[in-house]
T-cell receptor, first 113, second 114 residues
Framework: GDSVTQMEGPVTLSEEAFLTINCTYT??????LFWYVQYPGEGLQLLLK?????DKGSNKGFEATYRKETTSFHLEKGSVQVSDSAVYFC????????????FGQGTRLTINP | GAGVSQTPSNKVTEKGKYVELRCDPISGHTALYWYRQSLGQGPEFLIYFQGTGAADDSGLPNDRFFAVRPEGSVSTLKIQRTERGDSAVYLC????????????FGEGSWLTVV
């Protein structure tokens, strides 16, 4: 079945550092890809998405590019802030919308001032 | 409220007991989803509804789990004869329709079976 694999955490960085969180997937066809974020005490929120190969999703300074050839959707940010501390989840969906999301295990990110 | 509301936020129950978890979706959202998140794992799909009907319940782990949405708004996830392995955060989410890519999650109901 479909699956998503994320780099293991926790990840700890200093403020203004460059961030990469790796995500690879196994799926048939052309799934939609997502990054969700969970801030402390809050529910999961959609951070960005891409629905076809070579699409780049971006939001709040974060970016991820849908790479069909490497089945990857790595999350990047050029300069992280303390407020980016959260748990990040990569996910895919085979449906037109996001009815059945398949999530990775999550990566906890801590940014130190 | 503005977001998806789930109650209770925390529930501790004894093994073998019956539990109900409630979800109030965002007003106007026709699609509703339940996921389960075990400690250290990502959420796993359980079931989703379009209106009152369960469009896909393939993620329910066994027949002890059941969910309803009788009026197309509030949904209840029901767990019979709870087991310690059912301990997890149960997440509810909603969206305007099944075609919408953005689904909005609640904060979850933490269930602990002792």
């Amino acid at each position: 079945g479909d699956s998503v694999t994320q780099m293991e955490g926790p990840v700890t960085l200093s403020e203004e550092a460059f961030l990469t969180i790796n995500c690879t997937y196994t799926a048939t066809g052309y799934p939609s890809l997502f990054w969700y974020v969970q801030y402390p005490g809050e529910g999961l929120q959609l951070l960005l998405k891409a629905t076809k190969a070579d699409d780049k999703g971006s939001n709040k300074g974060f970016e991820a590019t849908y790479r069909k050839e490497t089945t990857s959707f790595h999350l990047e940010k050029g300069s992280v802030q303390v407020s980016d501390s959260a748990v990040y989840f990569c996910a895919l969906s085979q449906s037109l919308g996001a009815q059945k999301l398949v999530f990775g295990q999550g990566t906890r990110l801590t940014i130190n001032p | 409220g503005a977001g998806v509301s789930q109650t209770p936020s925390n529930k501790v129950t004894e093994k073998g007991k019956y539990v109900e978890l409630r979800c109030d979706p965002i007003s106007g959202h026709t699609a509703l989803y339940w996921y389960r998140q075990s400690l250290g794992q990502g959420p796993e799909f359980l079931i989703y509804f379009q209106g009152t009907g369960a469009a896909d319940d393939s993620g329910l782990p066994n027949d002890r789990f059941f969910a309803v949405r009788p009026e197309g708004s509030v949904s209840t996830l029901k767990i019979q004869r709870t087991e310690r392995g059912d301990s997890a955060v149960y997440l509810c989410a909603s969206s305007f329709s099944l075609d919408g890519n953005t689904i909005y999650f609640g904060e979850g109901s933490w269930l602990t079976v002792v």
